[in-house]
């Protein structure tokens, strides 16, 4: 079947663009009208055959290599280990991407608990309990190993 890009318009005047699959552009046109929405431009983009084709996925690295990057270190929970489930999805998210949403957010916290009277430490902990982006999540977690070393390394050997 071919595959359509089009442009419709909703009553409220909202532009909606999507791909889809159908039949013919008189079938398109008819289940968009059914839906509510007034066509502005149909496009096919593509025809899809029944065949199978076997494409090679990008960016996919074999089981064994991801092995090898998801040991990682848990910070303060060294009884609790990760079932090999958890370490590989672990390992996907931590490909995600660090937004200036979560920047801001992190300043913001980090500046109300500091003003707060928290120590960098607790102050830290605490941020990293609430954070959603694993990806930022993994980066706290290792400022915040470097602080504890830092702070035990100083206080060990006698500077403060």
Known sequence: MPIYMYRAMTKTGVIVRNKVESSSRQNLIKSLKSSNLLPIAIEQVSYRSNKKQKKQKKNVTDIQEIMK??????????????????????????????????????????????????????????????????????????????????????????IL
Do not use: W
Request: net charge positive; charged share 25%; hydrophobic share 35%.
């Open 69 to 158: 990057n998801v040991n990682t270190t848990q910070l303060g929970n060294t009884k609790k280990t990760l079932s090999t489930k958890e370490k590989v999805n672990l390992y996907f998210a931590k490909t995600e991407k660090i937004t200036q949403r979560d920047l801001v957010v992190f300043t913001q916290n980090f500046y109300l608990l500091k003003k707060a009277n928290f120590n960098n430490i607790h102050a830290l902990d605490t941020i990293i309990k609430s954070t959603e982006n694993l990806s930022f999540r993994g980066i706290l977690e290792d400022i915040l190993a470097g602080v504890e070393a830092r702070r035990k390394y100083v206080y060990n050997d006698g």
